[in-house]
């Protein structure tokens, strides 16, 4: 994943280089063209500007002190790149072409003679090179017939001043723009990079059991992330929510399926015990034994949910299953002729917990009392639902509790021959993930056992209420 992340920022980072210098590159080479030919046409510029100083003096005088004065009042003249090639004075015979410049030369020439007569004797004006540089020749009427010829010399230098500067500044302009460019990208390529490893690092921990583990979808975490990062972290978090869903309703299945075996278990195991000796009796009674221990073993495998699930909102009416619960074992009860009586359970009694772990909760309950109890034993259930709890009583007539915390104990696995060491650990546990509890102790109506399961149904906000226990109408009524 580090080296995904790390290739992806690099990606990221020498594309933003790429573009940014193909633009900078694109605008500033042009751009510095431009300068450069500036530069050049501004030099040319003022020579033209300091040859066209001298033509009012030209055309005033041809005398060469007056010109050496006018020449020496200029920049150029004083810089010693200006020099005026005078015409041959009026009535002095000329060789050639007689408007040419044929006279005496004032300053310090550099162009040729004959590029000095073309210039004179054509009437324009134009540069030609000299060396170390340009020479821009003009041409100035004197009089009728007769032309001088101003040479400026424009050095090398003077056409290229300023554009190393220009292009050093450019070039430092494209260099800000690629390192600007580079830390934009950079800091879009890390929330990229972020985002995609916590996506990356959520789906290993999901794959390696982690079922509550989700990826951030808000929040200044996600902040400036891709659109199709934050879909794809949606997605995500809802195929985590399926799976925990899928897992949850495969292990109610299971304890569901198994939840069924539990009533013909324990009526076989009643009529194992009543086949008297033999090896024939004793290994049914083992099988039978063995079948029931395994049993609950699914029932717990499948209640036991992993350490990292999230926590799911769940619910179910207690009075309904425990209805349910009573009247499945009410068939057993009439086959060993025990009365019971169940009480309180006509109201709705809704408790935070599942469906199928209150169920088992129950089923554990009446099946300690006929698996501890004679045949024939009295049982009741009774429900009390107050603001805070609903209070699960389970009372008979048998010998009750000797010792509370050693049944507690035995609830951890500890409860000798014939029990699976479930029962009331399941009870426990169920009463503690809502913050009840269970307590054992002697039933006032029936005198044996009764077990108290009280499960909260909001947070306690102090110590709670003694509950009065509500019987049913009547008394125990035989099935």
């Known amino acids: 994943m580090k080296r995904f992340a790390h290739s992806l920022r690099w990606a990221l980072i020498k594309a933003a280089v790429a573009g940014t210098t193909m633009v900078a590159l694109a605008f500033l080479i042009p751009l510095g063209l431009m300068v450069q030919q500036t530069a050049r046409d501004r030099a040319f510029t003022a020579a033209e500007r300091q040859a066209a100083a001298l033509g009012p003096a030209l055309a005033i005088t041809t005398d060469q002190d007056a010109i050496n004065r006018a020449l020496a009042s200029t920049d150029a003249g004083a810089q010693g790149r ?3 090639h005078l015409p041959v004075p009026a009535g002095a015979p000329a060789a050639g072409d007689s408007a040419a410049p044929g006279g005496p030369t004032i300053g310090e020439g550099r162009a040729a003679a004959a590029d000095v007569a073309t210039a004179g004797g054509q009437g324009r004006a134009f540069t030609v090179a000299v060396p170390g540089g340009y020479a821009l020749l003009q041409p100035v009427a ?15 230098s003077d056409l290229t001043r300023g554009v190393s500067t220009a292009w050093l500044v450019l070039s430092a302009v494209a260099l800000g723009l690629v390192a600007l460019s580079v830390l934009v990208a950079d800091r879009m390529g890390g929330r990229i990079v972020a985002s ?7 789906a290993r921990s999901l794959g390696a059991g982690n079922l509550a583990v989700r990826v951030p979808v808000a929040g200044k975490q996600v902040d ?3 659109e199709e990062l934050r879909e794809a972290a949606h997605a995500f978090n809802a195929m985590a929510d399926r799976v925990v869903q899928l897992l949850a309703a495969e292990r109610e299945l299971a304890a569901d399926l198994s939840h069924r075996l539990r009533t013909p278990l324990t009526v076989l195991r009643l009529n194992a015990a009543s086949l008297g000796d033999g090896d024939a009796a004793d290994a049914t009674r083992h099988a039978v034994a063995q079948l029931e221990r395994e049993v609950d073993q699914i029932i717990r495998s499948a209640r036991r949910a992993p350490e990292d699930a999230p926590a799911v909102a769940v619910g179910c009416d207690a009075a309904e299953v425990i209805r349910e619960r009573v009247g499945f074992w009410s068939a057993l009860a009439e086959d060993e002729g025990r009365r019971w009586q169940l009480a309180g359970a006509e109201r709705p009694a809704p408790v935070p917990v599942q469906r199928g772990d209150l169920a088992a909760a129950v ?7 006929f698996r501890h109890t004679v045949v024939g034993t009295a049982f009741s259930v009774d429900v009390l639902a107050t603001e805070s709890s609903v209070i699960v009583l389970v009372g008979d007539a048998g010998p009750g509790y000797s010792d509370p915390a050693a049944a507690l104990k035995r609830g951890e696995g500890h409860g000798g021959e014939g029990s699976t060491g479930l ?35 909001r947070p306690a906000e102090g110590p709670p209420a003694r509950a009065g226990r509500r019987r049913a109408r009547g008394a125990l009524f035989p099935r």
């Open 224 to 226: 400036g992330s891709p």
């Open 82 to 84: 200006m020099a005026v």
């Open 423 to 457: 029962g009331l650990d399941i009870v426990r546990k169920l009463a503690e993930s809502t913050g009840g509890d269970l307590a054992l102790g002697r039933s006032a109506v029936l005198g044996g056992a009764e077990t108290r399961l009280r499960l909260r149904t």
């Open 363 to 369: 089923d554990a309950l009446l099946g300690n009392v």
């Open 142 to 156: 004197v009089d009728t017939g007769r032309t001088a010829v101003v040479e400026v010399f424009v050095a090398e």
């Open 196 to 202: 995609a490893r916590r996506l990356a690092t959520a």
